[in-house]
């Protein structure tokens, strides 16, 4: 069993940063397979991007990729997305997530937090 909590979320302008975190509640956040979701009202949740659990490889939608970077730091069981250059369509609950499976290249997350707004307007 993992907790996990966000936190960074918040009201920017359209080119702003935002940085999210993540932090997990276990002692083998090395074992989990990480990523970060997002979903707007009225559509279904959608990745956004992914990390493998030693950090080297690490996936992303094509709509954040080249903006958005995932990072963790398995010493502190922390993840961060760092957003760059937002845009309103960017505007979401954002969600991380978590799955005990380093091998398996499908996988399906099974723990969630709670999320943390991020809304991108002028």
């Known amino acids: 069993q993992v907790h996990l909590e966000e936190s960074g979320g918040g009201l920017v302008q359209p080119g702003d940063s935002l940085r999210l975190s993540c932090a997990a509640s276990?002692?083998?956040?090395?074992?989990?397979?990480m990523g970060w979701f997002r979903q707007t009202p009225g559509k279904e949740r959608e990745f956004v991007a992914a990390?493998?659990?030693?950090?080297?490889?690490?996936t992303y939608t094509d709509s954040v990729k080249g903006r958005f970077t995932i990072s963790r730091d398995n010493a502190k069981n922390t993840m961060t997305l760092q957003m760059n250059s937002l845009k309103p369509e960017d505007t979401a609950v954002y969600y991380c997530?978590?799955?005990?499976?380093?091998?398996?290249?499908?996988?399906?997350?099974?723990?969630w937090g709670q999320g943390t707004q991020v809304f991108v307007s002028s």
């Open positions: 990390i493998s659990c030693g950090g080297s490889i690490r």
């Open positions: 276990t002692g083998t956040f090395s074992r989990y397979r």
């Open positions: 997530a978590a799955v005990r499976d380093c091998i398996t290249a499908q996988v399906t997350y099974n723990y």
